[in-house]
Structure formats: C-alpha cells, structure tokens
C-alpha cells in the first residue's frame, strides 16, 4: 500500500498475472484495478481488443490514467466506480482480485479489507457480473482461504455460477485460489428468455427459488417506445440432490390448469427442471393474520375458501392447506395467491376446502379477539356436511360463518 492508498503489486498480484495472460481476450473488464497490474497484463495480450479498469480509489484511478498517458496506451481506459456502477455493456473476461481480509474493528481500508467478514464485497460483485459478462464469459476471481472458500462457493451457487480451480498457492498464513467462473447453463438460458438480475431465495426439500426481473416492454411488439415495465419473475429449481423426479413436471401441470380458473401465480414458461412464474409480493398468511384488520381478514379468508373450493370442484387436491403457513401469500392490497402445487393429485375426495376450515379452526382465538363471532363446533358441523356432498349450499355455510 502506496502513500496514495493504492494497493501495490504483491505476491498475490503476481501469481494472479500468470491466469490474466493465459486467459484475457476479447474485452476485458478489471474490478477494482489498483495498482493496474492487471489490467496492463491483459492489455499486452493480442487477443485483447480493449481493457476497462475499474477503482472505487480516483488516486488510483488517475494514477493509471497518467501511466497511459505517459505509454500512449489506446485500447485501456481508467474510470473511477464502485465495482459496476460505472459500467456499460459486456465483457468477454472480468478480472478481479478483490480485497479479501476480514475486516478489524475501527480499521477501514477499502484496499485490502473485504468487509466484516472478508467475503461481503465478494458478494456484492457476484449479485452483478453476470449483467456485463457476455453468454460464454468468464471470471477471472482470486481469493485467500482467509475469506471462507465454503461461504465464496456458496455465493457463486446462489447466483448460478459454475467453477473451476484454476491454482491455489501458499503463502505465509494463507493459500490463495484462482477461480475460472462462468455461468451456468440454466442461467444462460433463464438470461436468453430476458430475465435478469437471477439471485437465490429459498429451498425447500424438493426445491430451490431464484427471483430475477422481467421487462415486459421487451417483449411486447410497439410501434412507438414504450416505458419499461418491470416485474418479479419467480424460478423454481430441481435441487440436484432431490429424490423427487416429477415434482417440477406436476407444478407446471397443475399451474396450467389452475391458472385457467384464476388460482396460483400466473406461469410464464418451463424448462426440464424448472418452472418460471409471476413473483407473488406479500407474506406469508401466518405473518400477515395477527397484524390484519378483521375486514381485510373476512375478505382473504374468503378469496381461499373460494379457490378451495375451485379445487375442490376440479377433483384436485392441494396437500397443504390444513397447515399453509408459506402456501398463501397475501399482497398489500389484501388480494391472496396460493403457491407451491408440486404435490397437488387427482381424486373424487378432495379435502381443500376441509383442509382450510381446520387452519381457520386453529386459529379461532385470535378471529374471535378480531371480533368474529362463531364456534370451533359451528365450523367442523359446517365441514363435515360439506364433506357429504360438495355442493355449492353447505359450502356457502362455510363462508358464511366469516359475516
């Protein structure tokens, strides 16, 4: 580290150098250049066509600028940016080699300090490369085993990054890892079906769920510009591990089916291990029940009774409604949408709407303090007549306990 805070080639710097040359071609992109090793590494290159060297430091930024000068350099360019936020287009290689040391207490220097835990700034570069690397891109990435390699792997996983070692050297205390990251097959594919920003979610057993953003306006075929018209798109995801091996297949069935009668989150596409679906914004009922008004309880109560009925009518069984606790999303309009219909089945005894009678029944304490006025007993006698018969007269009884 220079008097300017400029981080001085070291050890890493040059076993890093090495995998610059071999593999920078096409455009490069240097995060967090320093010193700018190596983006002039990758500038010598022929392959190379042009270099960007990125610095959150504009001593360092304007250190290299003047070192282009003084070489007459053309195909390199210095600009000040935190990681991408001055960046436009797409690279063939991004190289970075970022400050990776977990941070001290009442110490912050941005040079060598990767934040409290070493792998924040990590993490924050790998929410975005993705949007300025081309299709068959690559990442040049180095890191210390000081930065936690099982959290950096958990970071690339969670963004659908693949990769390979590419070397791994020990020095002093620490070994470093060069990494070759490219993107994964699946979000080649989500990307070339003009989703973006593809980040983890959750898991459950079966599955894993990514969000990513949709610009309808891209799609939609004007004669005249229109304005962008963003929205959460929904990606669920086989996990590789799970025994399951039709329970993406039924999710897109059943969505299908339902979406036609107005129930689940409308589906947008499909792939061999995934389904693509309109986000569904809200929380989780069992969140949203305690802190809603009991008008806005009476009308959601009442939009799931019906589209359990609905299902019910179809001869198709939801599974989870006895107990929905992250099956029913409630938007702050206090609209409902089911979720999850991987374990729906066919059968002439459907139990939705009995499955959700018993939920609303475990609940009747605090529907009674919300100023509902019927009994435990109203609404199993109520249940199980309906359950004789499914007929659209004793289900009306059902609902008609929420007045």
Not at 149 to 166: A, G, P, V
Not at 193 to 218: C, M, P
Not at 235 to 259: F, M, P, R
């Amino acid at each position: 580290m220079n008097d300017m805070g400029i981080y001085q080639p070291a050890e890493d710097s040059y076993f890093f150098q090495k995998f610059v040359r071999r593999y920078a071609t096409g455009r490069v992109l240097d995060v967090g250049t320093g010193s700018g090793i190596q983006a002039l590494t990758a500038m010598g290159v022929p392959s190379v066509r042009e270099v960007v060297a990125l610095d959150i430091n504009p001593k360092a930024v304007e250190a290299l600028k003047q070192e282009i000068e003084k070489r007459k350099l053309r195909k390199i360019k210095a600009v000040k940016s935190d990681l991408f936020e001055a960046v436009e287009g797409s690279f063939n290689v991004v190289i970075f080699n970022p400050p990776y040391l977990p941070q001290d207490k009442g110490i912050e220097d941005k040079a060598i300090y990767g934040g409290k835990k070493g792998w924040e700034i990590s993490e924050r570069f790998f929410k975005d490369v993705s949007n300025h690397l081309f299709p068959d891109g690559i990442v040049l990435f180095l890191f210390s085993s000081l930065t936690n390699k099982q959290k950096i792997e958990e970071i690339l996983e969670h963004n659908l990054l693949q990769w390979e070692e590419l070397g791994r050297e020990k020095i002093a205390f620490e070994e470093l890892f060069v990494y070759r990251i490219t993107k994964t097959p699946l979000l080649r594919q989500l990307e070339g079906k003009l989703l973006r920003n593809v980040h983890y979610f959750a898991e459950g057993k079966r599955g894993i769920v990514y969000t990513a953003q949709f610009d309808k306006s891209l799609v939609i075929k004007k004669q005249i510009p229109m304005k962008r018209r963003t929205i959460t798109v929904a990606i669920k995801v086989k996990k590789k591990d799970s025994k399951s091996t039709d329970a993406i297949a039924s999710e897109v069935h059943w969505l299908k089916v339902l979406n036609e009668r107005a129930i689940g989150p409308r589906m947008m596409f499909s792939g061999e291990d995934y389904v693509a679906y309109e986000f569904a914004e809200g929380e989780y009922i069992e969140e949203w029940l305690p802190k809603a008004s009991r008008e806005d309880i009476q009308k959601v109560l009442k939009q799931v009774f019906q589209q359990c009925y609905v299902m019910d009518k179809l001869q198709v069984n939801k599974e989870e409604m006895h107990h929905p606790l992250k099956h029913i999303i409630v938007d702050t309009n206090g609209n409902a949408t089911l979720i999850d219909f991987e374990r729906c089945y066919e059968t002439e005894k459907p139990h939705n709407v009995t499955q959700f009678a018993d939920f609303v029944g475990k609940h009747l304490a605090m529907l009674v303090k919300k100023g509902f006025d019927f009994s435990l007993e109203e609404l199993r006698e109520a249940a199980a007549k309906y359950k004789e018969t499914y007929n659209a007269k004793e289900f009306e009884k059902i609902v008609g306990l929420l007045r």
